[in-house]
């Protein structure tokens, strides 16, 4: 048991795919404006990295080592097409699907799922490759909601868009910040999280 | 088994992307009543913003079905007229029945070719005219809806959309509230060449009908622009004809004006 605890841990903390791995920084910079976002790509790219991992690992000994790169992207791309459909069939995240625009369809191109399935599904038991795919997606979607929190705060004062920051303060002079709308306050803010995570966890530092 | 022979390889691959696609036929058939249920009230809730009822957000938050009722309850006809602006149709306003995407995209390619065409008039009650426009952005069909007041001339609103224009870049054509509020108060001008123009580096100063350009978005912003000048192009005469009408009402008003007040004066 102790075994699929650091299955689960690892892409989380250690292994965290944006920190430590480096994955998946585009749609990280790309998708974490507001939380509401943020959370229903979190919630999707685990769902298909979960999916994928589990599908693959079940193929694992039946598909023929030339063409596995292209049986992964078929069944990933399987995955983010139901995810996206089932998104545009309800109303309540139809919109969502909307203002997140290409990038639901761009979980296809995010390192994060081919990493998983490569490194992972490839040479493990359908179980564990389920348990690192969804470790992973929310290792992913952990970093992702860190973001979008500050710069939904900074950015337009709102959480999930509700105010929260107070309209006395706007009277006294605050104003939101514009820069932490754009992408670029994104890389900062990643990178002060890396920071953060290197500097508590000395198995990171690079001597 | 040899999972690396040739035979086996193409075997496994072809029944996989079958089986794939059996998947996303059967997912997509499904759910496609539900989408399309959605989708119509996002073409709607579009034509509303654009006709000044309400923000985009107004729309979403109020739901599909208070939305499709509120355009139920204030639209006045929603006509389907062709190239001559001779009425050819009729839209069901009680089921807020209106031109989906691809119909639009349908009506493109005959307006691109120069035949038939069927293309929908959304007049409300207030008198705010509706029409759309649609074209090729940069990376995908852009297309829109533009409100004229009741001389079919002055621009009230405008709302666009796309398929996958850069976000942040032509993005903004839906994003930037403030490149839509350009439109509002300019006119589409039928006697220029151009009737109404989106222009890289700026409007010139006081230019009635045209707006600037999205800055980094130079190609979404001329298929926007061609776009909107070749549906103006497709109702012409029914602008014309709207705007001929309108002139003619406030002309007999004035009559009956300073008929009304000669008659007191007397």
């Keep these: 048991m102790g075994k699929m605890k650091d299955t689960f841990v690892t892409p989380l903390l250690k292994g965290n795919p944006i920190t430590v791995l480096v994955l998946g920084i585009c749609s990280s910079l790309a998708v974490t404006v507001e939380l509401k976002g943020a959370l229903v790509m979190a919630l999707s790219v685990t769902i298909v990295t979960g999916l994928s991992s589990l599908v693959c690992s079940l193929l694992r000994n039946t598909i023929p080592n030339r063409v596995r790169i292209i049986i992964q992207l078929v069944v990933v791309s399987l995955m983010v097409i139901l995810v996206d459909q089932f998104l545009k069939a309800f109303e309540s995240t139809y919109a969502i699907d909307k203002s997140l625009s290409v990038y639901i369809g761009l979980i296809i191109t995010n390192c994060i799922v081919m990493g998983r399935i490569e490194a992972f599904a490839l040479g493990n038991k359908p179980f564990p490759s389920l348990v690192d795919g969804l470790a992973s997606g929310m290792g992913y979607g952990a970093i992702l909601l860190i973001v979008a929190f500050f710069r939904e705060l900074l950015g337009s004062g709102t959480l999930f868009g509700y105010q929260v920051i107070p309209e006395a303060l706007y009277n006294a002079g605050y104003v939101n910040n514009g820069l932490v709308i754009l992408p670029p306050f994104a890389l900062i803010l990643l990178g002060c999280i890396i920071w953060v995570h290197r500097s508590l966890d000395k198995e990171l530092q690079e001597k | ?266």
């Design chain 2, 1 to 266: 088994m040899n999972t690396n022979s040739n035979t086996y390889t193409v075997i496994y691959t072809t029944i996989v992307v079958v089986l794939v696609a059996a998947i996303l036929a059967f997912v997509s058939q499904k759910l496609g009543p539900m989408q399309a249920a959605n989708e119509k009230a996002e073409t709607v809730s579009q034509i509303l913003t654009a006709a000044g009822f309400g923000d985009k957000e107004h729309w979403a938050e109020i739901g599909n079905s208070a939305t499709l009722e509120f355009y139920s309850d204030n639209i006045e006809s929603s006509i389907l007229v062709d190239i001559n602006a001779d009425q050819t149709g009729n839209l069901d306003n009680t089921q807020a029945q209106v031109y989906s995407t691809s119909q639009l995209k349908a009506q493109n390619y005959n307006i691109k070719n120069g035949t038939d065409i069927q293309v929908p008039v959304y007049q409300f009650k207030n008198k705010v005219v509706v029409f759309p426009v649609y074209g090729a952005g940069l990376w995908g069909p852009v297309w829109g809806y533009i409100a004229v007041a009741d001389d079919f001339k002055t621009i009230v609103g405008a709302y666009f959309d796309h398929e996958g224009e850069t976000p942040g870049l032509g993005g903004k054509i839906k994003d930037d509230p403030a490149f839509r509020a350009q439109f509002a108060g300019k006119v589409i001008d039928l006697s220029a060449e151009k009737p109404f123009s989106i222009v890289r580096g700026g409007a010139p100063e006081g230019a009635a009908n045209a707006v600037d350009a999205i800055t980094g978005a130079t190609m979404t912003s001329k298929g926007l622009d061609a776009a909107i000048n070749s549906w103006i192009g497709a109702y012409g005469k029914t602008l014309l004809q709207g705007q001929a009408a309108s002139e003619f009402i406030k002309a007999l008003e004035e009559a009956i004006q300073s008929e009304t007040k000669a008659v007191e004066e007397e």
